[in-house]
């Protein structure tokens, strides 16, 4: 039940975009962004809700659809303090059998951004 | 005015011994976590509680006992520490169980010799 998130890398200069993936195999009740930097805590970026919506604020923003199961999340351009590691978290839908609302992540994606 | 607070930051420590982490949260949330957080930066859920009752348990070493002796406290026990215990681990807390921004602590880094 763990969602799958591409690419595992990317590399940007400063002033690209970036998209960033996450999908499940079950149906979702949220979809939740995190952005960790090297030793840190994981900080909150946004959730998206099932009913299918988009999210942003600044220059990050996301979309979530739920038919597809999926969610992306778009930097655009970037910054210097967008690097660190972009995780995305799944809630699954009740009867989904999970049996709970836990929020299972995925591997992460690794976003370098370079001067 | 720390949101979510754990204690120690690191911990070394012999294989064999017992250890504890403790988590604070100033928030006023429902719900806290303890999430395990390995060398390949997998960010996995251990235990939940919610209003002090444990709604999730996942398929940890019994070694592990969660206790949350209070709605803004939930502990971390360890016991007979291994090897494979050594990891990043953050205690989280959100409003209510589902739906909810999670607000992670500064983490735990446990390294057992």
């Known amino acids: 039940q763990q969602p799958v998130q591409s690419p595992q890398a990317v590399i940007l200069r400063e002033g690209e975009d970036a998209v960033i993936n996450c999908s499940s195999s079950?149906?979702?009740?949220?979809v939740h962004w995190y952005r960790q930097k090297h030793g840190e805590a994981p900080i909150f970026l946004m959730i998206?809700?099932?009913?299918?919506e988009q999210k942003g604020h600044d220059k990050i923003s996301a979309s979530f659809n739920e038919k597809k199961q999926q969610s992306s999340l778009y930097l655009t351009a970037s910054q210097l303090s967008y690097s660190g590691t972009y995780f995305c978290?799944?809630?699954?839908?009740?009867?989904?059998?999970?049996?709970?609302?836990?929020?299972?992540f995925g591997k992460g994606t690794k976003l370098s951004v370079i001067p | 005015d720390t949101a979510v607070s754990q204690t120690p930051k690191y911990l070394v420590t012999q294989m064999g011994n017992d250890k504890s982490i403790k988590c604070e949260q100033n928030?006023?949330?429902?719900?806290m976590y303890w999430y395990k957080q390995d060398s390949k930066k997998f960010l996995k859920i251990m235990f939940s509680?919610?209003?002090?009752?444990?709604?999730i348990n996942e398929t940890v070493p019994n070694r592990f006992s969660p206790k949350s002796p209070d709605k803004a406290h939930l502990n971390l026990h360890i016991n007979s520490l291994e090897l494979g215990d050594s990891a990043v681990y953050f205690c989280?807390?959100?409003?209510?169980?589902?739906?909810?921004?999670?607000?992670f602590g500064p983490g735990t880094r446990l390294t057992v010799l």
């Open positions: 989280a807390s959100s409003r209510d169980r589902v739906g909810n921004e999670q607000f």
């Open positions: 978290g799944t809630e699954l839908n009740w009867d989904s059998g999970a049996g709970s609302y836990q929020l299972t």
């Open positions: 928030l006023g949330h429902d719900t």
């Open positions: 509680y919610n209003n002090k009752e444990l709604i």
């Open positions: 079950k149906a979702l009740y949220s």
């Open positions: 998206l809700l099932k009913g299918g």
